[in-house]
């Protein structure tokens, strides 16, 4: 299904993939409570997913990973279509270093990202900046490092 930028729509949890730069490298500390309060009260705000150009997969595109883990988790623990279709918000991909920004910030925000998670973070963000300006390395290197 194409998606038109901005649009709210459903998806299965099973087609969103986790941001696979995401700037968390350490567990989420308030995994259990986040998990214990969608189990109980489902998602208030909707996920905001992209897609690299090219590919069919949908990924999370400003923060999220916990909650879609968790409701992936939900989802294979209850099999209940609760957890299964979650609401999302598609956003046009604007690049790599854009997304990795937006995870940086929404993570920063609820301050619950590790020094050393931050510290990595902007290490790969100035690595992707130095290659979308022809420095070569890209993703690889962000990965990499």
């Known amino acids: 299904m194409k998606l038109v930028p ?5 998806l299965d949890v099973n087609e969103i993939a986790l941001y696979d730069h995401n700037p968390r490298h350490s567990a989420n500390p308030t995994f259990d409570v986040i998990k214990a309060s969608i189990r109980a009260q ?3 705000q909707p996920l905001v997913v992209t897609q690299r150009p090219g590919e069919t997969a949908y990924m999370m595109g400003a923060g ?21 279709d979650v609401s999302c918000i ?3 991909w604007t690049g790599e270093t854009d997304v ?9 925000l609820r301050g ?7 510290a990595v973070g902007v290490r790969a963000r100035k690595r992707l900046g130095h ?9 690889r290197a962000a990965r990499a490092g």
């Open 6 to 10: 901005d649009e709210h729509r459903v």
């Open 42 to 44: 489902g998602m208030d």
């Open 64 to 84: 999220g990973n916990t909650r879609l883990k968790i409701l992936q988790t939900l989802y294979e623990e209850t099999g209940e279509a609760r957890f299964r």
């Open 90 to 92: 598609y956003r046009t």
């Open 100 to 108: 990795l920004v937006a995870h940086l910030r929404e993570n920063d």
């Open 112 to 118: 619950d990202l590790t020094f050393l998670d931050k």
């Open 131 to 139: 290659a979308a300006r022809g420095g070569g390395g890209g993703a």
